[in-house]
């Protein structure tokens, strides 16, 4: 009876010890799937490390193609790693034509398919370099891009409404100061030999310091996102100065 009393007995403190040491199990068992989910979501689309991709809600059918027979049309948010967001809108653009606002855009753009929403995560050389976008970006700026593909359109199909072509400035002599307003989508853009001119938050004025370096196409691209954000910005700044009166 003694030897049976203490069997059941050290049973009984093995049952206990296990039952104590089931939470520490659980916890290592969910971390280490936490662990592998994440490394399977971010995914190194550049092959160099420069632009990570993090499905955040799958979408359907398969990527744009880069042939300049198709464009895009997506939301967009530019935030820093520190959270705060630089801007967000709606852009269009034909993958692999150059007109993406930075290369990484184009780069994360070709992985996805239409409806899905992702994060790219884009080192300063798939962003905005060494230069930065003064004043809002500052050089050598990792970025990510919360992005929504809205649709992806055959170009022949979709002449491009949602994206209204640059008007050819009208004929005058060039001088080093020559100064042409161009109007893109209702809004007007003064341009010069350096560039569009940019209308800060305080309304002061800048420049895009790498114009002299961007292709034709990056540069229509360029004008359209400029003229929409000059006018947003000076609509506020107005908007500011009447509440200021009052």
């Keep these: 009876q003694p030897l049976l009393l203490q069997l059941q007995q050290q049973q009984l403190q093995l049952m206990v010890t296990l039952l104590q040491l089931i939470p520490g199990l659980l916890w290592l068992s969910a971390g280490e799937s936490k662990q592998h989910t994440m490394e399977e979501a971010d995914h190194d689309i550049s092959g160099d490390a420069g632009v990570f991709l993090r499905t955040l809600r799958p979408g359907k059918g398969e990527p744009p193609r880069t042939d300049g027979k198709q464009r895009v049309k997506l939301k967009y948010a530019v935030r820093r790693l520190s ?4 801007e967000s809108g709606e852009i269009s653009f034909s993958p692999g034509s150059g007109q993406a606002p930075v290369r990484g855009l184009d780069v994360g753009v070709r992985a996805m398919s239409r409806g899905e929403t992702a994060e790219l995560t884009l080192r300063a050389d798939y962003a905005y370099g060494s230069e930065g976008r003064p004043p809002d970006i500052p050089p050598h700026a990792t970025l990510i891009f919360a992005v929504e593909l809205l649709e992806i359109v055959d170009i022949t199909e979709t002449p491009g409404d949602d994206c209204p072509a640059l008007p050819a400035p ?3 002599p060039e001088t080093e100061d ?3 307003t161009l109007e893109v989508g209702g809004a007007k853009v ?16 800048s420049r895009i310091t790498n114009w002299l370096e961007m292709s034709e196409a990056e540069r229509q691209t360029t004008l359209r996102v400029i003229g929409k954000r000059n006018q947003q910005r000076l609509t506020a700044l107005q908007a500011a100065g009447a509440e200021a009166s009052t």
């Excluded at 003064?190 to 004025?205: E, F, H, Q, R, T």
């Design 190 to 205: 003064k341009v010069d030999k350096l560039g569009p001119m940019v209308v800060n938050a305080d309304g002061s004025l």
């Design 83 to 86: 959270g705060d967001v630089l």
């Design 170 to 172: 009208t004929a005058q």
């Design 178 to 180: 020559a100064v042409h």
